[in-house]
């Protein structure tokens, strides 16, 4: 650590000896009001395009114009089980076999599906135990799932607090709280890394104490497929759901990924809610009257898939394929950790972190609170060619993410940071 240096030269070195540097050139990185490349730490919100993307979208395009229905057959990719070319790639992403893996719909729509199936209360075990601060959708998510229920969300929904001064959970928490009301607890739904505080959670740890407990136990990975290194199957969580337009790179409102434990695979007793492409391939097209559910996670689906932004992901897996999650993580710890090396060398009091030092209890994140800033910080920030991330009251939020941010943006980023809080 104590061989860092403060400069940009020194950031360009460490640019020099990364052996994911070639990957940024195959990213569309947007320009700065000065026409330079903008330091883009915007990666957890919105992932950037690869280059190849346009041309995965555009061979769709050509097959539909020269195929028409055909191409569910006869496109180069075909239509029919275009699903199955992501599953594979992305099971790798999170650590899971193919089988409890499949691509559709969006995040809070997958959230619901799979509330259905796995939470399911009894008037004494009714409860639902969600992450401090989740990302809004989840809680409305999950109020809503309580009422369908008929429970009310101001009894049945328990937020997991941090401890009073700080903004981070303690498991000890957690498992006073299961050990207290553990057998009215329904269902734990926790991020895998919590997006206001890049706190990443142990998904393994969780899942056990959940299930010492007889609950089921659930994530939302949004922000954790692409950052984290995941082993979905070995921690064995009974479901897991994520977006792929943050650091999936897959689009905007792109679709979203969901696990489900192998264990569930055949599982009859679980209520779902059905659709024809998650019936049985075999027979799907004889249109039976009765539902038979494909063994696994594409038996949950229930449309056939929007092909377009499904090529734009085969571009984004592409990439992870290449790069591998074991490089991307390595890269993570290295330029997240020189991004906080940096912070603590402007030595301003103003500064601080809310996300965990120990780089096991976070991905690529850093939410910087700065006391008493305004947002005119960080609008003077943007004017200066930093896309990052701002939450009221004096939160900045960055994550320099490994496949196309560079050593060099994260020395830029601290740079003008350090001038603009000096001015104010
Ligand atoms: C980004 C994000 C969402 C967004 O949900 P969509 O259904 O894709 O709009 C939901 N939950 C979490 C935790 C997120 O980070």
């Keep these: ?68 229905v055909e191409g569910h057959v006869h496109a180069r990719h075909a239509w029919m089980p275009y699903h199955e070319f992501l599953t594979e790639k992305m099971a790798r992403v999170v650590g899971a076999k193919p089988g409890e893996v499949v691509v559709m719909n969006s995040l809070t729509v997958n959230l619901h599906l799979m509330m259905v199936s796995f939470y399911l209360p009894t008037s004494k075990r009714r409860k639902v135990v969600i992450e401090y601060s989740p990302f809004p959708s989840d809680r409305y998510a999950v109020a809503s799932q309580l009422r369908y229920h008929g429970f009310d969300p101001a ?26 009301e553990g057998d009215q607890i329904a269902l734990l739904l926790i ?25 089921m136990v659930g994530f939302d990975l949004a922000h954790a497929a692409g950052n984290l290194k995941l082993n979905l199957h070995e921690d064995g969580p ?31 007793r679980l209520p779902r ?36 932004p499904m090529a734009a992901m085969r ?23 020189y991004l906080e090396w940096l912070l603590k060398q402007l030595n301003n009091p103003r500064l601080s972190l809310i996300t965990p030092s120990d780089p096991q209890q976070r991905g690529c994140q850093l939410s910087i609170r700065v006391e008493g800033a305004d947002k005119s910080i960080f609008n003077r920030l943007s004017a200066r060619g930093i896309i990052a991330d701002w939450r009221e009251p004096d939160v900045i939020r960055v994550a320099p993410v490994p496949l196309y ?14 001038e603009e809080v000096g001015r104010s």
């Design 1 to 68: 650590m104590s061989t860092y240096q403060a400069t940009l030269d020194f950031s360009r070195q460490l640019d020099q000896q990364d052996p994911l540097y070639a990957f940024r050139d195959r990213f569309h990185i947007p320009p700065a009001p000065d026409g330079s490349p903008a330091v883009y730490l915007c990666g957890n919100s919105l992932g950037l395009q690869p280059k190849a993307t346009r041309e995965y979208v555009n061979a769709e395009l050509d097959d539909w114009a020269k195929l028409g």
């Design 155 to 180: 009894d049945a929904l328990i937020e997991l607090q941090p401890r009073p001064g700080t903004d981070q959970i303690h498991y000890e928490d957690l498992e006073a709280l299961m050990a207290e």
């Design 191 to 215: 991020g895998g890394v919590n997006y206001y505080t890049g706190q990443a959670y142990d998904i393994k740890r969780i899942t056990a104490l959940g299930h010492q407990y007889g609950c």
């Design 238 to 268: 009974d479901f897991a759901a994520w977006c792929s337009y943050k650091y999936l790179n897959s689009g905007p409102g792109s679709l979203s990924g969901v696990f489900v434990h192998e264990r569930h695979a055949t599982n009859q």
């Design 273 to 308: 809610f059905s659709g024809w492409w998650g019936h049985d391939k075999e027979t799907r097209f004889l249109m039976p009257d009765v539902f038979k559910p494909i063994p696994g996670a594409e038996g949950w689906q229930l449309s056939n898939p929007p092909i377009l």
């Design 315 to 337: 571009a984004s897996l592409d990439l992870f394929d290449e790069a591998g999650m074991d490089w991307l993580v390595d890269k993570t710890q290295q330029l997240t950790g």
């Design 405 to 418: 941010n560079s050593f060099e943006d994260v020395f830029l980023f601290v740079e003008r940071l350090g």
